[in-house]
């Protein structure tokens, strides 16, 4: 046989040696490149080294301008209690409990506020779906207590190939956002009071009631906050349920999701959680830097009529 065609078990070793090592370099060097850059997302923050916090506030996009420019200082010298905002744009109920799983492994807090908001409850693509998406799964960083997290949650409905990105660094080395400008910069408009856009509302809703979703969406997301109401109860944290401010337009225009206020009523009560309603304290369109997210003035003018009470241990100051 022809030298050139004889099987060359060597040479296969060594180019497989190759690839692994060019591979775990890309590894390295992706989650580098992403620890370097701003923490952007819960699992970096919590991936790095920080202090527990007197309240950890759980939420999706309604939550993020509590913890962004001076807010937390400032909710901290107003009311006395230091907060850690992990909030995270679009995170429905199965990403919450996955988030308040990854910081209680090795971070504490005294209580926990968990922001609600109807439209995480109604949808997959706000739960199972939502950690596979390019704007999240390559923002998340290497983390072995994540990976555990994560492969946890495989059974309950995460995709595995998901996880299998997160852990091998697929999704890392090939994120196609690397070098694009955040899709949503909140921090570049706090301080700004657009006018009221019908067509921007119109549009707003239905990115978040996409609907087609199967009847059982409602039921699981209400499983999935009662765990995570199990969950930092047994960590020795207290938990209140919170609907943050809206404007009038926008909770006009929420559809109703069927057998959610209900359901969110009767979890309350059985497990003797506050259940907070803020939804109508804040109505004026001026406190919003768009259709349905606080500014700088509405962050502190609901610290001041209701989220300082909340922190205080007042659950149902109003």
Same mark, same amino acid.
């Given at each position: 046989?022809?030298?050139?065609?004889?099987?060359?078990?060597?040479?296969?070793v060594l180019f497989l040696l190759?690839?692994?090592?060019?591979?775990?370099?890309?590894?390295?060097?992706?989650?580098? &490149?992403?620890?370097?850059?701003? #923490?952007?997302?819960? @699992?970096? =923050?919590?991936?790095? !080294? $920080?202090?527990? %916090?007197?309240?950890?506030?759980?939420?999706?996009?309604?939550?993020?301008?509590?913890?962004?420019?001076?807010?937390?200082?400032?909710?901290?010298?107003?009311?006395?209690?230091?907060?850690?905002?992990?909030?995270?744009?679009?995170?429905?109920?199965?990403?919450?409990?996955?988030?308040?799983?990854?910081?209680?492994?090795?971070?504490?807090?005294?209580?926990?506020?968990?922001?609600?908001?109807?439209?995480?409850?109604?949808?997959?693509?706000?739960?199972?779906?939502?950690?596979?998406?390019?704007?999240?799964?390559?923002?998340?960083?290497?983390?072995?207590?994540?990976?555990?997290?994560?492969?946890?949650?495989?059974?309950?409905?995460?995709?595995?190939?998901?996880?299998?990105?997160?852990?091998?660094?697929?999704?890392?080395?090939?994120?196609?956002?690397?070098? &694009?400008?955040?899709?949503?910069? #909140?921090?570049?408009? @706090?301080? =700004?009071?657009?006018? !009221? $856009?019908?067509? %921007?509302?119109?549009?707003?809703?239905?990115?978040?009631?996409?609907?087609?979703?199967?009847?059982?969406?409602?039921?699981?997301?209400?499983?999935?906050?009662?765990?995570?109401?199990?969950?930092?109860?047994?960590?020795?944290?207290?938990?209140?349920?919170?609907?943050?401010?809206?404007?009038?337009?926008?909770?006009?225009?929420?559809?109703?999701?069927?057998?959610?206020?209900?359901?969110?009523?009767?979890?309350?009560?059985?497990?003797?959680?506050p259940l907070v309603d803020h939804?109508?304290?804040?109505?004026?369109?001026?406190?919003?830097?768009?259709?349905?997210?606080?500014?700088?003035?509405?962050?502190?003018?609901?610290?001041?009529?209701?989220?300082?009470?909340?922190?205080?241990?007042?659950?149902?100051?109003?």
């Amino acid at each position: 046989m022809p030298d050139s065609e004889r099987w060359h078990p060597l040479r296969i070793v060594l180019f497989l040696l190759i690839g692994a090592l060019l591979y775990a370099g890309l590894f390295v060097w992706s989650d580098r &490149a992403l620890r370097s850059g701003p #923490a952007r997302n819960p @699992f970096l =923050s919590m991936a790095s !080294p $920080s202090e527990g %916090a007197d309240w950890l506030i759980l939420g999706a996009s309604h939550g993020i301008p509590l913890g962004i420019a001076d807010m937390p200082a400032r909710i901290t010298q107003r009311s006395g209690q230091r907060i850690r905002v992990l909030a995270l744009t679009g995170a429905g109920p199965f990403v919450l409990r996955i988030v308040a799983e990854r910081w209680f492994m090795d971070h504490r807090s005294r209580g926990v506020v968990i922001l609600l908001d109807d439209f995480a409850f109604a949808h997959r693509r706000w739960n199972r779906d939502r950690l596979g998406d390019d704007d999240l799964l390559p923002k998340i960083p290497a983390d072995i207590r994540t990976a555990r997290v994560l492969a946890r949650a495989v059974p309950r409905g995460l995709s595995w190939k998901t996880w299998l990105a997160q852990v091998t660094g697929f999704a890392r080395i090939n994120d196609r956002r690397r070098l &694009a400008p955040p899709t949503w910069s #909140a921090e570049d408009r @706090f301080d =700004s009071s657009p006018r !009221p $856009s019908p067509a %921007a509302l119109r549009s707003r809703i239905a990115f978040l009631f996409p609907g087609g979703d199967d009847d059982g969406t409602v039921g699981r997301a209400l499983d999935e906050l009662e765990a995570t109401i199990l969950l930092a109860r047994a960590q020795g944290a207290r938990v209140v349920l919170l609907r943050p401010p809206l404007p009038d337009a926008f909770r006009a225009a929420v559809p109703e999701v069927p057998g959610l206020a209900s359901g969110l009523a009767e979890l309350a009560q059985r497990l003797d959680v506050p259940l907070v309603d803020h939804s109508a304290l804040i109505p004026e369109p001026r406190y919003y830097f768009d259709t349905d997210h606080l500014n700088r003035s509405g962050v502190t003018r609901w610290l001041d009529l209701g989220l300082g009470g909340v922190l205080a241990g007042n659950d149902g100051g109003q």
